[in-house]
């Protein structure tokens, strides 16, 4: 071990690090808002990273039919949900998102695939394919629960997290892909080589990390749903619509955790079930956030990233071990540092 | 879960009179691979390639039920169970992977049903005692590509190794052959080094594995997780020669690996480079068939050499029926003892990824012959001589 080293590995670690921070922003968010503890994050990684591979290769991704399947059933569960209040105005907004949406994105993709338009392009593309999944998820299986349980919301998660790895499998097959960089440019500093790839990556996760903050405190959408997220039933008697803020939360998660998948696209091979392995270290920063505070998760999941890399080296075969095992320490701080509250059920 | 059942039976014009009398039994073949989970690169060629085997041997019509384990050892149990308890089944095919075959030999022993697996270790066949004796696999022993691989190195004059391996069963497996073949050609392994499937970086092993400084460097990895240290050692000013094992051979690899994988050395099946071998070698009109029936149905290019292990499941299951048949009947433990005995009886049966001689001893018969090495060239396999 030498500086050379040290560096290496601190700047791998930072670089998975800021993936990892921006998968625990968004489960701190969603589950804020809806309490839903979102596992199937790490699968929108996997659909985005695949997507734009797809894109890449300049072929039609499955994930297009995927999303257009989501979008029917998100119109029929909305349709029944709001049978009893529905007006014209409602339908059609309903099937403008649900059903024309969708169908408007497979067509542009079919369109713009083959002509291989380039990395920018082909990246928007992939996040507008993967992002109104999210929200169709909400729709489809959280939404009729809103009220429920965070138990029963995470057995939900657990159960669309599945659905969706064998989904994958269908629609992406069995093997990896990776896709082109944003940058190929190599930048040297004495010793230290830093890949284009990795800057952007960072410069992203600081970049949203400061665009959400702007949301939050200035939007009045981020407002409401930091209201919904202190008081649910506080929020809904001054007349925000908790369930619209559901949808928000979801969409914004969608999209983070697609954008995350794009930016380690063309850094490692992507798996249809690589997902629930980076979604599950961004969980961990998470938790070391207590779920609550998004600075905290943010430097937690740096900190995953650089005791991944350094066990990697150090003892490679017990790495995983490592990096789950730092959650312990954690846990016992919190709980011997707060008193008990129960659980506001 | 997915339950592909393919059931054919013999029309009566196709079946001749003389044929008649044997056509209510039927032979069951039960198949559990895994074509879902981490092993679904393996699976899903091997579930395309059993919709190409026969469905009549010996003139007796033959019945293949399929179900997907996931690569779960509990789930491929409780296959196993269900083919034998409830289909009634003569023989069973599988599992894709070394764990979930290995729990499988205990119920295929109990209830006395040869079993075929697809899988590579040798534990699973060896040393042979009264459970496997009921147990036969068609892939090559991962000892036999060892010892190419390590031979390869000394003729190469190489002295230190350093070894990259998966962090399950496959990577424990060349941990144990590869040290073992090491040592035979006093070859040092100067770094060890593990990985998961789904890691999204090894910069730190690279890293490790390079500040020993070894001659090469071995990857044991399968399929396209393979290539993720093959490129972090490229990326790292890594000059040494890199060696991959056979778990890499299927065209998804060279599609992922790209030109970081060029040059790179590994053992493999002869089918893999089935067209550039010499005309006078039996194997290469096998697995050229296949390759065309395989590829007729599945599309140009789609080839994985894992699939052809499930069709030489069905060559030497072919080849065992016709002397089982003519000593008692589909269905009843005579003819499963009867099929067991005929398979290790097999004597020189050309296969797609070799030459069968099965002894009571070797349930596997494979022999150099079922090994080539292979180097990328191009993007495309090249035999080497």
């Known amino acids: 071990m030498d500086a050379t080293i040290l560096l290496i590995l601190v700047q791998d670690g930072v670089v998975n690090g800021a993936i990892y921070a921006l998968l625990a922003l968004s489960l701190v968010l969603v589950f804020a808002v809806t309490r839903v503890i979102f596992i199937p994050q790490g699968e929108f990684v996997a659909y985005g990273a695949l997507t734009y591979a797809a894109l890449d290769t300049g072929q039609l991704p499955g994930s297009v039919w995927l999303l257009c399947g989501l979008g029917l059933a998100a119109c029929v569960c909305g349709l029944w949900q709001q049978r009893r209040t529905l007006t014209a105005g409602a339908t059609t907004r309903l099937v403008l998102q649900t059903v024309v949406l969708p169908a408007a994105i497979t067509a542009l993709a079919a369109f713009v695939a083959p002509r291989k338009p380039g990395v920018l392009i082909e990246a928007l593309l992939a996040l507008a394919i993967v992002t109104p999944m999210a929200p169709y998820l909400y729709r489809v299986a959280f939404q009729a629960l809103a009220e429920a349980s965070v138990l029963v919301l995470l057995i939900a998660a657990v159960g669309v997290h599945l659905a969706m790895v064998g989904l994958g499998l269908v629609f992406f097959g069995p093997e990896g892909s990776r896709a082109t960089g944003f940058s190929d440019a190599v930048l040297s500093f004495g010793a230290l080589t830093v890949q284009g790839q990795a800057l952007w990556i960072v410069g992203l996760t600081v970049v949203l990390m400061g665009a959400l903050y702007g949301f939050f405190e200035f939007t009045l959408f981020g407002k409401a749903l930091r209201a919904t997220a202190v008081n649910r039933l506080g929020a809904r008697l001054v007349g925000i619509a908790t369930a619209q803020s559901g949808v928000i939360a979801f969409t914004l998660a969608g999209a983070i955790g697609a954008l995350s998948g794009v930016l380690i696209a063309p850094l490692t091979t992507v798996y249809y079930d690589t997902g629930f392995l980076v979604g599950l270290k961004g969980f961990t920063a998470a938790i070391i956030g207590g779920l609550a505070s998004y600075p905290a998760a943010a430097l937690a999941a740096i900190l995953v990233g650089i005791v991944e890399s350094f066990s990697s080296f150090w003892a490679s075969a017990f790495k995983e071990v490592i990096v789950f095992t730092v959650i312990i320490p954690v846990l016992l701080w919190r709980s011997l540092r707060s008193t008990a509250v129960e659980e506001d059920e | ?385």
């Open chain 2, 1 to 385: 879960m997915s339950r592909f059942r393919a059931t054919l039976i013999m029309s009566a014009l196709a079946a001749g009179l003389a044929a008649a009398p044997a056509m209510a039994d039927t032979i069951r073949v039960g198949v559990t691979i895994s074509t879902t989970g981490p092993a679904a690169s393996l699976g899903i060629p091997q579930r395309n390639s059993i919709a190409l085997l026969p469905k009549e041997i010996a003139g007796q019509a033959v019945e293949y039920v399929v179900l997907d384990d996931g690569a779960d050892t509990t789930k491929a149990v409780a296959n196993t169970r269900k083919l034998i308890d409830e289909e009634k089944v003569d023989v069973i095919i599988g599992s894709s992977t070394t764990p979930a075959s290995m729990a499988m030999i205990d119920v295929a022993a109990e209830k006395q049903i040869p079993m075929i697996s697809l899988a590579a270790s040798s534990r699973l066949i060896a040393p042979m005692d009264a459970a496997r004796r009921w147990v036969f696999k068609t892939p090559q022993n991962d000892s036999l590509m060892a010892d190419a691989i390590a031979d390869h190195m000394q003729k190469n004059g190489v002295k230190t190794v350093g070894f990259i391996g998966f962090n399950d069963a496959y990577g424990d497996g060349w941990v144990g052959e590869f040290t073992r073949a090491a040592k035979e050609r006093n070859l040092t392994i100067v770094g060890l080094e593990r990985y998961a499937r789904t890691d999204t970086s090894v910069t730190g092993q690279v890293l490790k594995l390079m500040a020993a400084k070894p001659d090469v460097v071995l990857i044991a990895a399968s399929g396209t997780p393979a290539a993720l240290p093959q490129k972090t050692l490229k990326e790292r000013g890594y000059a040494g020669t890199i060696y991959q094992t056979h778990g890499i051979a299927n065209n998804d690899f060279l599609r992922v690996g790209g030109k970081d994988v060029e040059g790179t050395i590994l053992p493999a099946g002869p089918i893999l480079v089935a067209a550039q071998l010499p005309d006078s070698n039996p194997i290469k009109k096998q697995a050229l068939e296949y390759i065309t029936r395989y590829e007729a149905a599945n599309g140009p290019g789609s080839v994985a050499t894992f699939g052809a292990h499930a069709y030489d499941a069905a060559i030497l299951l072919s080849a065992a029926v016709p002397a089982a048949v003519q000593k008692a009947k589909p269905g009843t433990a005579a003819f499963h003892a009867a099929l067991r005995d005929a398979m290790e009886a097999q004597q020189n049966l050309v296969l797609t990824h070799g030459i069968a001689n099965m002894t009571p001893q070797d349930h596997n018969g494979f022999d150099q012959r079922a090994r080539v090495m292979v180097t990328i060239q191009g993007g495309a396999w090249k035999l080497l001589p």
